[in-house]
């Protein structure tokens, strides 16, 4: 994808290994252009004068001009991911209709929530324009206060349940707390398909399929109106 069609976005945090930290996370995601890095507000200040940003990744509690004094004198068409170590203005953080609000530490995981939550909500219907990881084979997800290695081939198919969701594995089942469209963008999107705001299946595991659902070894899931017209797309190929 050309440049020209990427998100932009500026760190800001006076501290160089918060602003690392985030980079590093930012680097796996296509789609995403770090254009400048700041370690205080009004650095950030200046650089807002003469560039056009769709995104800020905000530390709140900074000299000179806090985080939240920042985010009231922009521009609204710019959007707000706070990352603080302090809880105490989450409340303040989403009346200005913030993204997000990431606490430090920011596990890879929680940042690309945030950044799948941007693309969700502020491109546009017809954007190509989505957060994809540079693919390794596996992903990490945490359960049980741990990171979990899951290979993408041992998939059978992801369920959602609100707030968590279920990774139905060969042998096992993994339920971890992420949002299905956050797990949808660590997936190969040669490998999986989403069939519904519930399901994501992987295509290997398919063992039979009709206009109104998928069945994978004995669970039958069903394919929503919404999805069905590129779900049998897909599937008719096969």
Do not use: W
Not at 33 to 48: K, P, R
Not at 131 to 160: C, N, W
């Amino acid at each position: 994808m050309e440049q020209q069609n990427n998100i932009s976005c500026i760190i800001v945090d006076d501290e160089s290994i918060a602003r690392d930290v985030i980079a590093n996370h930012l680097s796996k995601i296509n789609n995403i252009d770090i254009v400048a890095s700041c370690s205080n507000a009004i650095e950030a200040f200046n650089y807002l004068n003469n560039h056009k940003i769709d995104l800020v990744f905000l530390d709140i509690n900074m000299p000179e001009i806090s985080g939240i004094s920042f985010a009231k004198s922009i521009n609204k068409d710019i959007k707000i991911i706070f990352t603080t170590a302090y809880r105490d203005y989450a409340v303040e953080g989403f009346e200005l209709q913030a993204v997000d609000y990431l606490l430090k530490p920011i596990s890879f995981n929680r940042l690309l929530q945030a950044v799948t939550a941007y693309f969700d909500t502020h491109t546009t219907a017809n954007s190509s324009k989505t957060p994809i990881l540079e693919q390794h084979g596996f992903m990490f997800v945490r359960a049980d206060r741990r990171m979990i290695k899951v290979d993408f081939t041992s998939i059978l198919y992801i369920e959602s349940y609100s707030d968590y969701i279920k990774i139905h594995l060969e042998n096992e089942t993994i339920v971890t707390r992420e949002t299905i469209s956050a797990i949808e963008a660590k997936l190969p999107s040669d490998a999986f398909l989403r069939i519904h705001r519930s399901f994501i299946i992987a295509l290997k595991s398919i063992t039979s399929f009709t206009n109104e659902e998928v069945t994978i070894n004995k669970t039958s899931l069903t394919i929503s109106r919404s999805y069905k017209k590129d779900v049998l797309k897909v599937l008719e190929k096969f």
